[in-house]
């Protein structure tokens, strides 16, 4: 089992950029599938970056690609996503997530329910 710890979250301007971090604890991050979602007020919670542990390379959803970047230490055990070019309409906030099983198919990866741990959320507040 596996505890998720996200930081980093705040204000920015529009264009403007954050790194989130999501610091693990109580077994080792690596061979987990892990990754980001964010949910908006009235919104479902959406998948937006993951790791894929069948063969450790990243997955993004469209409206992010070319803008974020999803990585992992793995000597800190901490997971990162760095947003740049921020949005108004990408306030939300911002969970880490993991499972230790394998997810599999990567569409798969970007749904909530195949992952059985979470982090507790940060705030990302992007101004226009």
């Known amino acids: 089992e596996v505890q998720l710890v996200e930081s980093g979250g705040g204000l920015v301007q529009a264009g403007g950029s954050l790194r989130l971090s999501c610091a693990a604890s109580?077994?080792?991050?690596?061979?987990?599938?892990k990754g980001w979602f964010r949910q908006a007020p009235g919104k479902e919670r959406e998948g937006v970056a993951f790791i894929s542990s069948a063969d450790y390379n990243a997955y993004y959803a469209d409206p992010v690609k070319g803008r974020f970047t999803i990585s992992s230490d793995n000597a800190k055990n901490t997971m990162y996503l760095q947003l740049n070019s921020l949005k108004p309409e990408e306030t939300a906030v911002y969970y880490c997530a993991a499972d230790g099983g394998t997810i599999g198919n990567t569409w798969n990866l970007f749904k909530p329910k195949y992952y059985a741990y979470w982090g507790q959320g940060t705030q990302v507040t992007v101004s226009s």
């Open positions: 109580g077994d080792t991050f690596d061979d987990y599938d």
